[in-house]
């Protein structure tokens, strides 16, 4: 793009003018374009303009060659071929090393949710690469990466886990990471994320090892304990049922019978027609209340 603000050699019609911010300056040259496509790419990436102005330094490697974190984390837009095995993604980790603070944290959540989104397809070595390098402590270590990304980076784990083609042994070690060096998973962030993040482990055996839950009677209580600690507006009817259904995997069927009701009374009809028939089974033996019954086998009926 031709930047008519800061010609080296100025015209006699230019002036010296002071620095405005990337973002600014962009939208400025674009209005002296008339290019409409313009425009709306500058649109679509102005909220990442917004957040990483810092991204936006170009950094050099091997000789003359130059890029940008902004420049590589844009590219994630175009979905690249995730098949191409010397696509950006090596460039991608290059330019998180260069970012720091705030800048580093939210690059690392828009490059976790390209991962989750191409888990399924890019080259197993540069997908465990990524999820390797985001999860690292180098990535990590300072505390900035919050707790929604790390339920990302989950998410990233749990697909990649699936795959015939990527060992496990080689995500053993990636997936202790989501206890040992996660803290936000844990003691960060309000109630309901910690909730939501107690019941991602649970979403594969790879997680739920990693995060070295072996006792079921705490894990219920502690997970109990935060669903009541969230705000009754807030009480989402997934928290819910993926409670229960973690209940009924850990074979806490005393626990079920104690609180299932109590956890499905304040859902309404749209709130319950997420439980599927299978979840009727064992979900009958613990209520009572003749509504949640009859909603029970309404369920029932629409599926068998």
Known sequence: MLDLIHLEKPT???RVVEQQPFSTRLHALAAFTWDADLQRLLQAVAPLLDLLPDAFTTYRFDGDTGTSAAHDLNALLCRPSPRTPHGLHP???IGLRALRGDNRALAVDLVARHLRDAAGD??????IALLDALTSPQHTGSGGVAARTWLV???CLARLAARRDVSHAELRRITSRFRREAPALEHGGTAEVRLES???QATTTHLWRGANRVDAETTLATAL???DHIPEDRRSP???VGLLRLARDLGANDWLAVHAERLLLPLDQDGLWQL???DVDWLRPAVRDPGLRAALDRIEVAWR
């Open 12 to 14: 006699d019609t230019a």
């Open 91 to 93: 460039d991608i980790l």
């Open 122 to 127: 890019l080259p197993p070595k540069a997908a």
């Open 153 to 155: 980076l989950a998410d």
């Open 198 to 200: 107690l019941l991602k």
């Open 225 to 227: 304990t935060l669903h």
């Open 238 to 240: 997934t928290l819910v």
């Open 276 to 278: 599927r028939p299978t």
